[in-house]
């Protein structure tokens, strides 16, 4: 994911380099004198050019072009508030909105996660016999993030990219990074073939031996795993890693299913709810614009119930016109057979067959085929919004025709942070670095292959081939590794951002790109649109285009920080 002052960077960091390369013979910084005696760059026939001094001068004014630059940017950053679009789209054309309840509607204090880490570690050793020190570990919300890969077999969590390739230095056993060398050795190379990769639900079944983590709640089955594979490592136990999993992923379950966090929210609501008066504000907005609304959610009736009322007050369902609870997606969208059920104010429920669903009333179960057939809402006039890419949206948009929203509450902190003048000079300078090595390296080919000219007249001084220039670019190239390994740390020490793997996109934001038409960091951002808005994607270039369009400011195209302050 790119920010505008990444796109800025990125451009301005290319122009950069061919600029510093087109100093010339016998320039050094751009109107400034050389130190110490002058020594032409370009020289007669059977001379030696300085190669080693005219790297480091391009390097030095580079350096200088990235430090007057980043000013600029600083005034062309994205609004941590703002929605982004993959896919055109405009809100003029939606007639129904629906929404998911866990992580969409609501949203849960730093709480919430500990108490699921301590309910499945304590389940882990009261029923599963493991051994009680195990109880020593605790959650560390700063341990993993959401979209990571875990090897079932192997035990080992890492970060994948959008081509199958692990970022070596995100894999870890346990709570130790695994050294690349046995990675690499593990995977025979550094890429994971499609039939290992986790199925279309992000599950470890059929043969595959991934399981991607793609929901909230999945953070703390994360950090367990990680802890009890670090207790046995430790401690030098054998033990079967696919039954490790299945152990821990069933606690997980049951934290659920057996009602354990239900029941520990609604005892203390304030603590474990972040109150937010935004969401009544925007189910009202969409209400008196006359827009119709639903509700699927697999959680249960009453925890819905209570939270609903805390965070949008008693009338909540005045709000919907369907309400569906416990649906169990994803099979609600696939599976035809299971009818709906009625649900009465005391949670009990009824047998009667359901010829139409009701406002006001609350149903559980039941399909999106007869859910389609009884409302009629179809195609994209729909827009949904959810927080789990596979779970909520993935069928949604593949079978249905429905638009998608996603909700990615980690944006907003990885905006802010992108923000910073740290990283908008970071990143400036890695995009600069890389622009100058591309640059040195087109030279050398331009001087190889010149009847495919690589614009050798840029070139004035042959370089890249000699000793003392190969050392120069290994120590920028050790630079340039450096900072991309810092860049990865602005977000998470151990796996970095949620969405890059250096260069790459991670697999999470492919399947963000696909699934989801737009997302945004919560449903409040909707309130700085209006109903009829119509988002329109960034066109970036590709990597054959032209892309001098667009190297310039992105003024007019991007949601930027400046303006919505300025509102």
């Not at 505008?4 to 390369?21: D, M, N, P, S």
Request: charged share 25%; net charge positive.
């Amino acid at each position: 994911m790119a920010t505008a002052a990444v796109a800025v960077a990125r451009g301005a960091g290319a122009r950069g380099a061919a600029a510093t390369l087109r100093g010339g013979c016998g320039t050094a910084a751009r109107g400034r004198p050389r130190a110490g005696p002058s020594r032409p760059l370009c020289t007669a026939p059977g001379t030696v050019p300085d190669r080693k001094r005219y790297l480091w001068e391009r390097y030095q004014e580079a350096k200088r072009s990235t430090d007057e630059l980043v000013p600029s940017i600083m005034n062309n950053l994205l609004n941590p508030d703002a929605i982004f679009a993959n896919n055109e789209m405009s809100l003029s054309d939606i007639e129904i909105y629906g929404f998911d309840y866990d992580y969409t509607l609501v949203f849960y204090s730093k709480h919430l996660h500990t108490l699921i880490f301590n309910a499945a570690r304590d389940l882990l050793i009261n029923e599963h016999r493991y051994p009680v020190e195990i109880r020593k570990y605790e959650y560390d919300p700063s341990f993993a993030i959401r979209g990571l890969h875990y090897d079932v077999q192997r035990a080992v969590l890492m970060k994948i990219d959008a081509f199958h390739y692990i970022q070596l230095g995100t894999v870890y056993r346990g709570l130790s990074v695994v050294p690349d060398e046995e990675v690499i050795e593990m995977y025979e190379g550094s890429h994971v073939p499609l039939e290992q990769m986790s199925d279309f639900y992000g599950k470890s079944s059929h043969g595959n031996t991934m399981k991607q983590f793609m929901d909230i709640f999945s953070l703390p089955e994360m950090t367990l795993l990680s802890c009890v594979n670090e207790y046995f490592l430790k401690n030098n136990i054998d033990y079967e890693p696919v039954h490790l999993y299945k152990d821990v992923k069933d606690s997980i379950r049951d934290v659920h299913i057996k009602g354990i966090m239900y029941r520990a929210i609604e005892a203390d609501i304030e603590k474990y709810i972040c109150y937010a008066e935004q969401t009544r504000a925007v189910l009202a907005k969409l209400a008196d614009h006359g827009k119709k609304m639903f509700l699927i959610t697999n959680s249960p009736s009453s925890f819905v119930d209570k939270g609903m009322r805390y965070i949008v007050g008693k009338d909540w369902r005045d709000l919907f016109d369907v309400v569906i609870v416990q649906a169990e997606k994803p099979n609600f969208f696939n599976d035809k057979r299971r009818p709906f059920r009625k649900v009465n104010e005391k949670g009990v429920l009824l047998w009667d067959k359901i010829h139409k669903l009701q406002k006001g009333q609350i149903y559980k179960q039941g399909n999106l085929y007869e859910f389609l057939k009884l409302t009629g809402w179809r195609g994209s006039k729909v827009l949904y919004f959810g927080d789990h890419i596979y779970s909520d949206l993935a069928d949604l948009t593949l079978k249905h025709g429905w638009r998608t929203g996603a909700i990615i509450p980690e944006l907003r902190s990885e905006l802010r942070i992108m923000n910073t003048e740290q990283y908008v000079q970071t990143m400036t300078w890695l995009q600069t670095l890389t622009g100058l090595l591309e640059q040195m390296q087109r030279c050398a080919e331009s001087l190889l292959y010149t009847q495919h000219s690589f614009n050798s007249h840029s070139c004035p001084v042959q370089v890249h081939r000699d000793a003392e220039s190969q050392l120069v670019l290994q120590e920028w190239k050790k630079e340039r590794k450096e900072m991309r390994e810092m860049t990865k740390s602005f977000f998470n020490a151990q796996f970095g951002s949620l969405f890059r793997t250096d260069q790459n996109p991670t697999y999470f934001l492919r399947r963000l790109s696909r699934f989801a038409d737009i997302y945004m960091a919560s449903l409040s951002c909707l309130l700085n649109y209006d109903v009829n808005h119509t988002f329109y994607p960034r066109r970036t270039p590709l990597q054959h285009e032209l892309p001098a369009w667009s190297e310039r400011p992105p003024t007019f195209r991007l949601p930027l920080l400046q303006e919505a302050q300025a509102k």
